[in-house]
């Protein structure tokens, strides 16, 4: 049987392994209320987190397409960049997903199954650097935000000081 179709008949224990892994990221008392609240709305990125792992795992046994990899990776790795990850501890748990299935499904030594092996780790790590791409647009973003934040604050604070002088006539940011 090809590993594709092991890892098929092996997904809900594959996931379920692989959630439990990604929650542990998470500080004790967060990854107890991610892996014991099932509610989509009391437990948003718990539930989020498992949708995109299901995805992501049926793109690595299925027809793998960089595009679809990014709509699913993207919902998972936005929570993680606007918590506090480093970029690897971010996306680690995309690589984790390797030793799981080499746990489920004992590797062989004939070509066949050492060639659907490779493609599986090429695919896991296509995904990968999908996630680490995305982990650092999401987090330009927030360093853009909290510059115009702070941009917004200081000239606002000169501005109460009369430190800002304007123009006649104009008002802050036009062009006259």
């Known amino acids: 049987m090809s590993l594709f179709k092991q890892l098929s008949q092996k997904k809900k224990t594959i996931i379920k392994k692989w959630f439990d892994k ?8 967060t990854a107890q209320f991610l892996k014991s609240q099932n509610d989509s709305f009391a437990n948003p990125v ?11 795992f049926d793109l690595i046994v299925g027809d793998f397409d960089s595009n679809t990899a990014k709509e699913h990776v993207d919902p998972v790795i936005r929570i993680r960049s606007i918590q506090d990850f480093t970029p ?22 004939d070509a066949e199954t050492m060639r659907a092996y490779a493609d599986m780790d090429q695919r896991i790590d296509a995904m990968a650097l999908v996630a680490f791409d995305i982990y650092m647009q999401c987090r330009e973003k927030i360093y853009d935000l909290k510059a115009n934040e702070m941009r917004a604050r200081t000239y606002s604070a000169f501005k109460r ?5 304007e123009p006649d ?8």
């Open 169 to 176: 006539g104009e008002t802050p940011g036009s062009s006259g």
């Open 88 to 109: 690897s501890r971010a996306v680690r748990f995309i690589y984790d997903l390797k030793k799981i299935i080499r746990e489920q499904v004992p590797l062989y030594s």
């Open 46 to 56: 718990g539930q989020t987190t498992l949708r995109s792992l299901e995805g992501m």
């Open 22 to 29: 990604v929650v542990d990221s998470y500080p004790v008392d």
């Open 161 to 165: 000081a009369g430190l800002v002088k």
